[in-house]
């Protein structure tokens, strides 16, 4: 019988690298293969790469096939992009090598819509071959759908949902804050979302469409409007950049969904440098009125680690087939020692 967890790390970049630290950190869980492209981490120890003072034991590798070969990991954490044909090759590796898959890829949070062909192809794979996929993170995967959802459960009756997240750009990881275009001016700031060289938060859409399935909910239009850039009316720090008055600190984005004409649900992302109160806030309308504000918001990176590793056990004890949050069991967070998820 198995006494741990075993998984591999598919993308050891900044979210992949702290989840691994923190796997490290916990009992009953062990990290048996790292896969990762990049040619300054390809053929070192993981320890290496993640700035720890011991080594691992475990070499990061670019050859998947290899990892999976030598490695009886029972689930994959995968965290190498956001857009879902851009991984399906690597999500479908993982399926056809019978490994559950975990992974941050923002569209495979709710696939169904944006992407209805490749669902159904993951979907008819996991369950082929007898295994869980889902996607995850703080969001989407938490603040902005799953945990509305759950909000909604004492309400007898919705209306709408509207929710805001406002944090300061400048605590989060630097992939993020070059993505959210820290320091372009806002013309280099418009080519670049055009042009796809920085994405933006991704998911809102995804998001949306998670509520509205959870709800039941046929909704008659979903709209994303392009990011508005949040210009710096002085000079502000970051860990990225110095941002000069006239440049961009950040961004505003917003979706927004519409049934029987009327808006019912909004989603409001705001992230800069600067932003001096932090907070999510859902407002539900409906029977009765919800109204719930988390006071200094979740930090993104820290959330979406501690999201990517709680569920595991959700999905490595669930049945096979293309899962979302929603359809888990409710998210909590788990012990360190992971051991108590190992079916006896
Ligand atoms: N759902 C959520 O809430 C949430 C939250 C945070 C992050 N995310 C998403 O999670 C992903 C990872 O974020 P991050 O900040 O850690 O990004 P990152 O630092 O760029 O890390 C990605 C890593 O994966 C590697 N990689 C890329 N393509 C690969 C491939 N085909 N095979 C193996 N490795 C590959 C990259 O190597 P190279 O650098 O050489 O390309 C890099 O080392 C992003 O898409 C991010 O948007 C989602």
New binding site residues.
């Given amino acids: 019988m198995e006494d741990k967890i075993k998984v591999i790390i598919?993308?050891?970049?900044?979210?992949?690298?702290?989840i691994a630290k923190a796997i490290l950190e916990k009992k009953g869980i062990e990290i048996t293969g790292v896969?990762?492209?990049?040619?300054?981490?390809v053929g070192k120890d993981m320890g290496e790469i993640l700035g720890l003072p011991e080594k691992t034991g475990v070499i990061v590798s670019?050859n998947?096939k290899e990892v999976f070969e030598n490695s009886s990991a029972i689930a994959v954490i995968h965290?190498?992009?956001?857009?879902l044909p851009?991984?399906f090759?690597?999500i479908k590796e993982c399926i056809e090598a019978r490994r559950n898959v975990i992974?941050?890829?923002?569209e495979l949070?709710f696939p169904y819509k944006r992407h209805t062909e490749l669902a159904d192809k993951i979907d008819t794979l996991a369950r082929n071959y007898g295994v869980t996929v889902v996607?995850?993170?703080?969001?989407?995967?938490?603040l902005m759908d799953t945990l509305p959802l759950v909000l909604t459960a004492p309400c007898l009756d919705v209306k709408s949902i509207k929710v805001t997240r406002m944090m300061n750009s400048a605590k989060r990881?630097?992939?993020?804050q070059k993505?959210v275009g820290t320091g372009l001016t806002p013309e280099e700031f418009r080519k670049c979302i055009e042009e796809k060289r920085i994405?933006g938060h991704?998911?809102l859409l995804e998001s949306i469409n998670m509520i509205a399935s959870g709800l039941g909910w046929e909704l008659d239009e979903t709209k994303e409007l392009p990011p508005e850039p949040v210009i710096a009316e002085k000079e502000i720090e970051t860990p990225l950049c110095k941002v000069e008055p006239g440049k961009v600190l950040g961004l505003k984005s917003i979706a927004f969904a519409k049934m029987n004409g009327k808006e019912v649900i909004s989603l409001n992302f705001i992230a800069h440098a600067g932003v001096e109160e932090e907070y999510d806030e859902i407002i539900i309308e409906g029977n009765p009125n919800i109204h719930q504000k988390i006071l200094g918001g979740v930090h993104?990176?820290i959330?979406?680690v501690a999201?990517t590793i709680n569920t595991i056990p959700k999905v490595i004890n669930a049945s096979p087939g293309l899962f979302t949050m929603k359809d888990l069991p409710v998210p909590s967070a788990t012990p360190m020692d992971m051991r108590v998820y190992i079916k006896k």
């Fill in positions: 598919y993308g050891l970049g900044v979210i992949g690298g702290n896969i990762d492209i990049d040619p300054q981490k670019n998947s965290t190498t992009s956001s857009y851009q991984v090759e690597q992974s941050t890829c923002e949070s996607g995850t993170g703080i969001n989407p995967g938490y990881r630097i992939p993020f993505k994405t991704v998911g993104g990176d959330g979406t999201v």
